[in-house]
């Protein structure tokens, strides 16, 4: 069975490109394009005013172990943590050559009736361009002391932080309620 000429399906039409057509593809690539342009234009200005990816710049200062009393050995350890960076850091534990045992970061909390409570925690956050000022009602690090440390005695310890490395510092043996 053969079709007549009126009967066959029309031949696909080729696409043309027209004025029109050409238009509507360079409106519908140039909405990216400019979101792009945009982006790229506000990272530029983030970079360049040092506020992007600046590495985390730690530095440790106002060191002090309190003294124990009695015949208790456990006692503990402060620090003022400035992070001057672009980046937040974490630290992630403090250590002691002069230290009997393990030295561990603790929060404490008070609670009704002055009494208090003390959880160890793994780490501790330090925001950029901000500090951590470690307290006795607050973040501590708490360690088992030497019995020959006197006040005035210096006890060399290393934090160690995330991105900030290791930082040796000393903590001076204060009398609780004392400065550094």
């Known amino acids: 069975m053969t079709l007549s000429t009126a009967e066959r399906p029309a031949a696909p039409r080729a696409w043309r490109p027209t004025r029109r057509r050409i238009t509507d593809g360079l409106l519908a690539a140039l909405a990216p394009i400019a979101a792009c342009g945009v982006a790229l234009g506000g990272l530029t200005t983030w970079v ?10 730690i530095t440790v200062t106002d060191g002090r172990v ?19 960076g672009g980046s937040d850091d974490r630290l992630l534990k403090v250590t002691s050559s002069a230290v009997r045992g393990e030295a561990t970061l603790s929060r404490h909390r008070m609670a009704a009736g002055n ?39 210096y006890v ?16 001076r043996v204060v009398r609780p309620g004392e400065g550094g």
């Open 66 to 84: 309190f003294l124990p009393y009695g015949e208790v050995r456990d006692t503990a350890a402060f620090f003022r943590i400035s992070n001057s």
């Open 115 to 153: 009494a208090a409570s003390a959880e160890t925690v793994d780490s501790a956050g330090i925001p950029a361009g901000g500090s951590l000022a470690m307290s006795p009602f607050g973040l501590d690090v708490t360690l088992r002391a030497d019995p020959k440390w006197v006040a005035g005695t």
């Open 156 to 171: 060399p310890f290393t934090l160690h932080f995330q991105h900030g490395g290791r930082i040796e510092v000393q903590a």
């Open 48 to 57: 360049g005013s040092g506020n992007a990816g600046g590495p985390a710049r």
